[in-house]
């Protein structure tokens, strides 16, 4: 079972920057609130496997990547379901959003900033560190 409920869910990083999709395929991106309605609203579905499927609530498309995963692949919007597995940190309510599946290439993924230095902020799969509370993502449930 995951570890939060099915539901809406804005999820944030380092405060109030959040997982944005601008366009239903765009690079998922992490912004102050844009007051645009949905595209920073996600619907987190668990899965009976204990993964979840995370979906933009404007523009119906999944939290994914293009082909296998590898590190720093670009996330973005599309319209193929991506499990990720939440593992809980030492913050409440705030997990490292994991590649389900184990090591690739000898090290475990997981949702992070890019390494990029351009505005708006990307993200990619980058290698997890569980002690990085710097990677980790919030999840606050939306009424």
């Known amino acids: 079972m995951a570890p939060i409920p099915t539901g809406p869910y804005g999820i944030?990083?380092?405060g109030?920057?959040?997982?944005?999709l601008q366009d239903e395929k765009a690079p998922a991106v992490v912004l102050p609130p844009t007051g645009e309605?949905?595209?920073?609203?996600?619907h987190v579905e668990?899965?009976?496997?204990?993964?979840v499927t995370i979906k933009n609530l404007r523009h119906e498309t999944y939290l994914s990547f293009?082909?296998?995963p590898e590190i720093n692949k670009m996330l973005r919007g599309s319209s193929?379901?991506?499990?990720?597995q939440l593992?809980?940190?030492a913050e409440p309510h705030t997990f490292h959003v994991v590649v389900p599946g184990g090591p690739v290439d000898g090290v475990e993924l997981a949702a992070d900033l890019s390494l990029l230095r351009i505005f708006p902020p990307m993200t990619a799969?980058?290698?997890?560190?569980p002690n990085n509370l710097g990677q980790t993502w919030r999840f606050e449930f939306h009424e």
């Open 12 to 14: 944030a990083k380092h």
């Open 125 to 129: 799969l980058r290698p997890l560190d």
């Open 80 to 84: 193929q379901a991506t499990e990720w």
């Open 37 to 42: 309605p949905g595209e920073q609203e996600w």
């Open 66 to 68: 293009d082909g296998v």
């Open 87 to 89: 593992r809980q940190s």
């Open 46 to 51: 668990s899965l009976s496997n204990g993964n």
């Open 16 to 20: 109030e920057q959040y997982l944005t």
